[in-house]
Every structure is written in structure tokens, then in C-alpha cells.
């Protein structure tokens, strides 16, 4: 649920755990009803451009680096060598442009369904998607969980959901016969992660089901890393990484800490902080 009140405050309020989060904005850039959900762009005063979909934040230009950094470096540092890269959603771009910053890997597939996204990526967000021209990225706008179905077996190294909240278009990557998928695609030392919503929140219900249903669908391993993310629900966040023949709790230390990449949030420290979880969160798995 969201509105714009009258002195231009946009609000996401979340109902069922009766908070809220605002931004002052200044104008709106975009109002499009596409094929799949309400797409808006506003400026805000301090956090540059926002964009939503359905009533939902989904990124802001101060902050996106703090998800986009940690859905891809852990995942790609806990792999053993990542070559090939698949991402279901990921329509502004900026996960992939943090995939293609690790020089070792050789191709990326981005699978969103909606195309408008990624225009108003273009339009609003230009620093999201300056790596869409390099040789080794290849952009589709389809269905994700078609693209996966029709995938060849033990086709990919690493599978990145970077998807919006389990319902309306994102509901069915969250289902246990779509990770079942997704582990048949993977290759034998092959790693998932998707995105796993507020550890405040959702620690007991949407988290712990999805660390249950990676395990059901065949992973060896689940590991789930907090974060924090000022614009979504509760001011912090999650992703799930899951391994098929890979220790998701332990990753490549060494290389983490040589990288030479410009990054904001993701350090070596920062990906052992966050396999350290907090007693609430391990209590809640069970």
C-alpha cells in the first residue's frame, strides 16, 4: 500500500506490521500501467530518483548498491569458479552490472518479464545499466520460470533470483517445484540465491519456508546473509544462497579480499558477518 500525500511525502505503509517508510519527492518522472504491474519513477530530495512497482519501493539511487552488492558477490565468491550466470528478474539492471564486474565470468543471461523496467532503468537509473553493452551480457524479456524449464540440466554455474516480493508476477519463484528447477539447471558444484525479504519480519514465515524448500528440492546447503536496506520493509534485508555440492557457509576468503572491484558494501568482512547470524533468526529456523 502507498500514497502521496499532499506535501509530497511518498509513503509505503505496511500494514501487517504497522510501520511505514517516506521519502520527500519533488516530481514525478514516470506513471506506467504495463502489461504486468504499475510502474512509477519519482525524484526525491535525498535519495536521488525512486523507482516502484505496485505501490512498492524497489530502488532508490542512494542506496541500491547496498542489495545489488550483496545478491551477486556472496553468491559468486562462494562458487568455486563462475563462468556461467543466469538472473530471473533483475529488470533495472544493477545485479547484472555487479555479475559482470568479475572477470572470470564469461556470460550472463538476465530473464525479467517486463521490458518497461528496464526502459526506465535507461531513462532514470543510467549508472544501472552501463554494462549492458559488454560482449558477455545477454538481456531477455520473458518468463523466468519458462526460461528455466526449458533450460538444458547442470547448464549453469550460478542462478540469481532477484526478484520483487512473493506475490502477483515474482509468486512463482518462490515455490518448491520451480527450486527443484532450478537445481536440475545448476551444475554439480552449482549455487543459488535469491532474495529473501526483511529478517525483522519475515524470519519465521517467508525466510524459514524457503530455507525448507531449498532443502526439499535437493540442496545440500542453505545459507541466509542479512543486510541493511533503509527503503525496504523494517530497514533491513536478506538473500538465501543454497548449494548443490557447495558449502554455501564458507566462500572463496582469499579472493574476496584481493577483488580490485569499486565496491560500496561488500567486503570479506562484511560476507563473514553476515553467515554469522543473529540468535533470533537461528531460533526461528528451527
Not at 533495472?92 to 538476465?110: A, I, M, N, S, Y
Not at 526478484?163 to 545448476?186: M, N, Q, W, Y
Not at 528440492?217 to 542453505?222: K, P, T, W
Request: proline share 6%; aromatic share 10%; net charge negative.
Amino acid at each position: 500500500m502507498s500514497e502521496l500525500r499532499d506535501d509530497q511525502w511518498f509513503t509505503e505503509v505496511f500494514d501487517s506490521h504497522g510501520s511505514a517508510f517516506s521519502l520527500k519527492v519533488s516530481e514525478k518522472l514516470l506513471d506506467v500501467q504495463s502489461e504486468y504491474q504499475h510502474l512509477e519513477v519519482y525524484a526525491t530530495e535525498t535519495y536521488g530518483n525512486l523507482m516502484v512497482l505496485d505501490g512498492c519501493v524497489m530502488l532508490t539511487d542512494r542506496d541500491n548498491f547496498l542489495y545489488h552488492e550483496m545478491i551477486a558477490h556472496p553468491a559468486l565468491f562462494t562458487h568455486p569458479a563462475p563462468k556461467r550466470v543466469v538472473i530471473i528478474g533483475g529488470g533495472d539492471c544493477g545485479t547484472l552490472k555487479e555479475v559482470l564486474r568479475h572477470p572470470g565470468v564469461e556470460k550472463v543471461t538476465q530473464i525479467d518479464i517486463d521490458e518497461e523496467v528496464t526502459k526506465a532503468a535507461e531513462r532514470f537509473f543510467p549508472a544501472l545499466v552501463e554494462a549492458n553493452d559488454d560482449p558477455r551480457a545477454e538481456l531477455l524479456f520473458a518468463d523466468g520460470v519458462k526460461w528455466v524449464d526449458d533450460a538444458a540440466d547442470e547448464s549453469i554455474d550460478v542462478l540469481i533470483i532477484d526478484s520483487t516480493d512473493p506475490v502477483g508476477p515474482a509468486e512463482g519463484l518462490f515455490k518448491t517445484d520451480f527450486l527443484k528447477r532450478c537445481h536440475r539447471i545448476l551444475k554439480a558444484d552449482g549455487v543459488m540465491v535469491q532474495q529473501s525479504e526483511s529478517p525483522l519480519y519475515h524470519s519465521g514465515s517467508i525466510i524459514r519456508e524457503l530455507r525448507h524448500d531449498m532443502r526439499e528440492a535437493g540442496f545440500d546447503s542453505v545459507a541466509t546473509l542479512p543486510f541493511p536496506q533503509p527503503v525496504y520493509p523494517s530497514g533491513w534485508w536478506s538473500v538465501t544462497l543454497a548449494g548443490k555440492g557447495t558449502n554455501v557457509e564458507t566462500f572463496r576468503e582469499e579472493a574476496a579480499a584481493g577483488h580490485e572491484m569499486p565496491l560500496q558494501y561488500y567486503t570479506v568482512d562484511a560476507h563473514r558477518g553476515a553467515l554469522a547470524l543473529p540468535p533470533f533468526m537461528r531460533k526461528a529456523f528451527g
